[in-house]
């Protein structure tokens, strides 16, 4: 287990510390990462800040935390602390990495999405924060679609499980099958679903207790408090190539159980050419994850093509794509009969989600 560097073993004599604070190692990680920059080659940051310095002082803060057990919020008042001798050269070494381009959530193997907090491994993509973008409009979807059937959605392409879990997570009564071509990334987003299932059902035993212990009279109060354990939904994964994955017989005639009510899919959209897949984080993920053929786009056309027979009658299909993309996916959804077609934007006003029904 990792030990904190304020614990009191670690401060007690004879334990092994380097001469090095934690302001000096966080200091020196900086100095380091700033001069190598992030590796997009434009001085810009891949956290989207545009600022190289501002990124270093992140990366080594969270660097610091993973290796130390230090968390950031008590990084400046731990400042003049000296950091035992494994813990520093433990993040000395993960500060080389991330030198070396390394993406930090590969480093760290854990990265934030919606209220989720991920594994990641070098087999997913990292999720990013454009994808909440695509959750918030299935769900607001969802939400309009209230009826006396169960809810069915389908995510393709789940990589780390971070759509189809943040869905699971919203739409705890819905039965969602997340899919993925690689096996690699399906045993993540398993790993994913199981561990925030159990967190789930730990959550939802100690509220139970609770509330026992309070119509028994008892005034016992969980740090759950009075306010409902957040739950997470059913969720199938299934091995295969986009809607080949599901159920073989689907494929021609989908009995009810292929049908979804909203589908949505994160699909590769970068040309094989772009020279965007040498810079910054695109150069250690997966180029599956990344890349497709004609432009980026026939990922794209080949799961629009494919989805209609999978729609339940008013069935959504939500697509994320590159900002530069929405025109002609827009085009595609309307070659393939969808009629109702929106494109969604992000913060930024950048075109990233379309949609057709
Ligand atoms: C851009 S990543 C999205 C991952 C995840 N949904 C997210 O948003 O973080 C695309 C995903 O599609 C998967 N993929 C690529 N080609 C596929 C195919 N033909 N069938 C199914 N999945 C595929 C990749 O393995 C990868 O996990």
Redesign the pocket.
């Given at each position: 287990m990792r030990r904190g560097i304020l614990t009191a073993e670690l401060r007690a004599p004879g334990s092994t510390e380097t001469a090095a604070t934690v302001a000096d190692l966080l200091r020196e990680a900086r100095d380091c990462l700033a001069a190598a920059g992030d590796g997009d080659g434009d001085g810009d940051g891949v956290d989207g800040d545009g600022d190289d310095a501002i990124d270093a002082r992140v990366d080594a803060e969270v660097l610091l935390s993973h290796a130390a057990g230090l968390p950031v919020a008590t990084q400046v008042a731990a400042a003049g602390r000296r950091v035992p001798a494994a813990p520093a050269a433990a993040f000395r070494a993960l500060v080389a990495r991330r030198a070396g381009g390394e993406p930090v959530a590969y480093l760290t193997g854990r990265k934030a999405?919606w209220s989720l907090e991920l594994t990641v491994t070098p087999a997913?993509?990292?999720?990013?924060p454009e994808?909440e973008l695509?959750v918030e409009t299935a769900l607001a979807f969802a939400a309009g679609r209230r009826g006396s059937r169960r809810f069915r959605a389908l995510?393709?392409?789940?990589?780390?499980?971070?759509?189809?879990l943040a869905l699971a997570r919203e739409l705890p009564d819905a039965a969602i099958t997340a899919?993925?071509?690689?096996a690699a990334?399906l045993q993540v987003a398993r790993a994913n679903y199981r561990r925030l299932r159990a967190a789930a059902g730990a959550a939802a035993r100690t509220a139970a207790g609770d509330s026992a212990r309070t119509v028994a009279g008892a005034t016992a109060r969980s740090a759950v408090g009075d306010s409902a354990p957040p739950g997470l939904g059913a969720v199938e994964f299934r091995l295969?190539?986009?809607f080949?994955?599901l159920p073989a017989s689907s494929r021609f005639d989908p009995p009810s159980r292929s049908r979804f009510d909203l589908i949505v899919?994160?699909?590769?959209?970068i040309a094989p050419g772009d020279p965007h897949l040498q810079r910054g984080d695109l150069r250690f993920e997966?180029r599956?994850?990344?890349v497709?053929a004609n432009h980026g786009l026939a990922?794209l056309e080949?799961i629009i093509a494919s989805a209609p027979p999978h729609l339940n009658p008013g069935g959504m299909l939500l697509l994320?794509h590159a900002h530069t993309q929405a025109a002609a996916v827009r085009e595609m959804f309307s070659r393939h009969r969808f009629t109702v077609i929106a494109t969604h934007h992000d913060l930024a006003g950048h075109a990233r989600v379309t949609g057709g029904t």
């Open positions: 999405f997913v993509l990292i999720p990013r994808t695509l995510e393709l392409g789940t990589g780390s499980g971070a759509a189809a899919t993925d071509s690689s990334a295969g190539d986009w080949n994955a899919c994160n699909p590769p959209y997966p599956a994850a990344l497709s990922d080949k994320e």
